[in-house]
């Protein structure tokens, strides 16, 4: 099967309709969070290359475009660090000659303490860090890093990005319960944050199966405690409610369920929007697919999750 480098548009919560770019193969990061939704990392590294080249990801991409689907971002993510693809900056220039869809790169922060690597990210129209911990010691437990990556190297990156980029920063804080989910963590989060002055603080927890199943959803009042503490442009991200009626054809659905999942396990309503199919159609491909050990149902708290049982 052709590795498929585009995904979607899938349901983002962040987002909306989000079209995803993988520039990295399956799972080159820099970390290795507790939280991945991804599972865990394969090949933890800070070596960029261009794992993917440039002109693959934009033939499908274009081809992509062609077909004429609504997306709110081009997002370039995918199967782990995009910082990581040393072509990153040719490949926002590329996309941005062609389409006015806007670009956001989600990162995990940890390369921008390189200023080639900073640079690479000026045309972007949003750029999208995580900061998970606010030390050494948090950044160690929850985000896993290579051992060429300390706490300071990547947040005073962070901050060094924040004051050379144009375009827009969304900081992501991802909370996990009884790790850094107190009143006095979000205080400490603050002094950086602060620092890096986002135009907006997205604040997410475990809502999908992650990389260690210790991982624990924060409570809604906990999150209510960190927007609190950090102001007004600090939310939770609401979970993503949208549905039109369906436009795909029927042959295609199953491989891009198949696609989509293969990312990241989906609810049925995620999967639902994702592919702008109604659920009860959705639903009519699960069970086979389900039955023939392709994908696998996974319990997370209330929610059922569809996961992909095959590694790319
Ligand atoms: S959550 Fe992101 S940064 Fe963390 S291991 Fe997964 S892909 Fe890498």
Avoid at 277 to 300: F, G, Q
Wanted: charged share 25%; net charge neutral.
């Amino acid at each position: 099967m052709k590795t498929q480098f585009i995904y979607g548009p899938v349901p983002s919560r962040r987002l909306g309709r989000s079209l995803g770019v993988d520039l990295v193969p399956y799972k080159v990061c820099s970390y290795d969070c507790i939280y991945c939704q991804l599972g865990q990392t394969t090949e933890k590294t800070i070596e960029r290359k261009p794992y993917i080249p440039v002109e693959k990801i934009l033939d499908q991409l274009y081809q992509k475009l062609k077909q004429d689907i609504r997306a709110d971002f081009i997002t370039l993510a995918g199967s782990g660090e995009p910082t990581l693809n040393s072509e990153i900056k040719l490949l926002i220039h590329e996309i941005k000659k062609h389409t006015d869809i806007p670009v956001v790169v989600l990162t995990n922060g940890s390369m921008l303490g390189d200023i080639k690597v900073r640079k690479s990210l000026m045309e972007a129209d949003v750029v999208a860090p995580s900061l998970d911990a606010y030390n050494q010691e948090g950044f160690e437990i929850i985000n896993r890093p290579h051992p060429g990556i300390s706490f300071k190297t990547m947040v005073e990156g962070i901050v060094a990005f924040s004051k050379e980029y144009s375009g827009k920063i969304w900081l992501e804080v991802f909370v996990i319960d009884n790790l850094n989910s107190d009143e006095t963590d979000a205080i400490k989060f603050k002094y950086w944050i602060d620092r890096i002055n986002p135009q907006k603080i997205h604040i997410n927890t475990a809502v999908r199966p992650s990389a260690e199943t210790s991982v624990r959803q924060a409570s809604p009042e906990k999150l209510a405690v960190f927007c609190r503490v950090l102001g007004e442009k600090a939310k939770v991200i609401a979970p993503f409610k949208d549905l039109d009626k369906c436009d795909m054809q029927k042959t295609d659905i199953e491989n891009e369920l198949l696609n989509l999942i293969a990312r990241r396990p989906c609810t049925l309503d995620d999967i639902s929007s994702g592919l702008n199919v109604h659920k009860n159609e959705i639903i009519k491909y699960i069970e086979p697919l389900s039955r023939n050990n392709a994908i696998r149902a996974v319990k997370k708290g209330d929610a059922l999750y569809y996961e992909s049982t095959s590694t790319r």
